[in-house]
């Protein structure tokens, strides 16, 4: 048997969080340094091209990392069915990515602004062919995300140590393309090596490719749909307002888009387990695990969102500087999101696509992208950044109503599982106490927010603990349990 319930979910989080955080952290690192040493123009380039190509990743990919993670995740207790729909769903991103490089080869010829930075697509380009070899959604489904973390650290380190040896004036933006797509190449060559030892003893299979297609497109065009509106936004505030606009909100996105991937990459952990209880029938297991991710979601966005409206400021004065202090208020606005998608995910991760429900969430990411459109027109040329984060806020919000509204037969069956969350909003009362007092006692940015911090996580845990909170319960008890063991 593949799969064993004994895989730790506590691990796969906390890796999947970590894996989340450096994604963001290794770009964060290496930015200031990248900036000065290829300019404005470099950067340019290299960022023109990197966009492109992220659209023809997608092209190749269809819906597969997304429907495979489901797949696998219900079929990896029956080794011949896990090794049949891993052979089918390859064979299709086969197809896919040799359409999609016909495609990029006759775009390079016949578009002059792709022919001009032909090279640097050329070679970005190779992220598509090893995007297709890895595979991760088979190891995403087989709930291996701690060897996920750990290759990506190594590759991205490495990448680090290299770029700053080899990258050292303004003609390397070559050399940075190729260290730049060298962690994901390395780390899904190490995936195709890897993947063999599943399969051993296999012999001759029976392929249906067909059965996969309809619901490979749904999931494509989930993710098209999703990264079309997140895109678009920066894109027409660049046409409605100026370039520092664009700069302010992209900067105040950045921040949030950090904080938010962190507290919702459980969503995507956890999504292979609920579809092995769904597959198994085991909706009691199903609708705990909903209520687990319900319950830490709020445990962690309550503080948050409190937190980043409360120090907006001093957070973009330390990340970016006072000449992006504008960029406060999309960080206030944009901090709702951080509930709202994540309740998003909950219902359409890990809920609608272990059911087999995705075609809902494709809807209300179309029935998303349409309010985006509309709003981006009417708010972007009078409020610029600040009409761009209402916009994506109402966005987000539209997706999650349409969703609820659309499954609340489905959702009648979470009322038995509601977790306490009396605990979160008392917590959070605390952190905008300390915030208050921070802010009329302490005049230094540093030390007001590293204080604050600090008292807040001090009161915040202390409320859950007192409060009996089934979450603080479980890590002091994992504590204790190692501390016995040592």
């Not at 490979?216 to 895109?231: D, E, Q």
């Not at 037969?409 to 300390?434: C, D, Q, R, T």
Request: one cysteine or more; charged letters at 15%.
């Amino acid at each position: 048997m593949i799969f064993s319930e004994k895989i730790s979910l506590k691990k796969n989080v906390i890796s999947n969080a970590i894996r989340t955080v450096l994604s963001f952290a290794f770009p964060l690192i290496t930015f200031p340094y990248i900036s000065r040493i290829l300019g404005p123009e470099g950067i340019g380039q290299f960022n023109f091209a990197n966009s492109t190509i992220s659209y023809f990743v997608i092209l190749a990919s269809l819906g597969i990392p997304s429907y495979g993670v489901r797949e696998v995740a219900r079929w990896r207790d029956d080794k011949i069915k896990l090794h049949t729909v891993v052979i089918e769903l390859f064979s299709i991103n086969i197809i896919s990515s040799i359409i999609t490089y016909i495609i990029l080869f006759f775009a390079i010829l016949f578009i002059p602004k792709f022919s001009e930075n032909s090279s640097l697509i050329t070679i970005l380009s190779i992220t598509i062919l090893f995007t297709t070899l890895g595979m991760d959604w088979l190891f995403q489904g087989l709930e291996q995300y701690v060897y996920i973390t750990i290759r990506s650290i190594i590759f991205q380190l490495f990448s680090i140590i290299m770029l700053f040896i080899v990258v050292r004036n303004r003609s390397d933006v070559i050399p940075y393309a190729f260290l730049s797509v060298f962690a994901s190449v390395g780390a899904n060559v190490v995936n195709f090596l890897s993947i063999k030892k599943y399969f051993k003893g296999i012999g001759h299979l029976k392929l249906c490719i067909k059965q996969h297609l309809k619901p490979i497109f749904t999931f494509w065009g989930m993710s098209l749909a999703t990264s079309l509106y997140i895109n678009l936004n920066t894109v027409l505030l660049g046409f409605f307002s100026t370039t520092k606009a664009v700069g302010y909100y992209s900067t105040g996105l950045k921040i949030i888009t950090l904080i938010r991937s962190i507290i919702g990459s459980f969503s995507g952990v956890l999504m292979p387990r609920s579809s092995y209880y769904i597959k198994n029938n085991e909706n009691d297991k199903f609708w705990e695990l909903v209520s687990t991710a319900f319950q830490l979601l709020l445990c962690l966005a309550l503080p948050s969102i409190i937190g980043l409206i409360g120090l907006r400021k001093e957070i973009i004065l330390i990340f970016a500087g006072s000449e992006f202090l504008p960029a406060s208020n999309v960080i206030a606005l944009l901090s709702f999101n951080i509930l709202i998608v994540g309740i998003s995910n909950i219902v359409g991760i890990q809920i609608l696509i272990p059911l087999g429900k995705e075609k809902i969430t494709l809807y209300s990411v179309l029935f998303g992208s349409l309010i985006d459109i509309c709003l981006s027109v009417i708010l972007m040329p009078k409020l610029a950044e600040t009409g761009a984060a209402i916009s994506l806020v109402f966005t987000e919000l539209g997706i999650t109503l349409f969703q609820i509204i659309t499954c609340k037969g489905i959702l009648k069956n979470f009322k038995n599982y509601l977790p306490n969350i009396k605990p979160y909003v008392i917590g959070s009362i605390g952190i905008i106490l300390i915030l208050f007092m921070c802010n009329r006692l302490i005049s230094n940015i540093s030390y007001k927010t590293i204080i604050c911090i600090l008292l807040s996580i001090v009161e915040y845990f202390a409320v859950l603990y007192i409060s009996k909170d089934k979450i603080i319960l479980s890590i002091l008890g994992r504590i204790n349990l190692h501390h016995r063991k040592s």
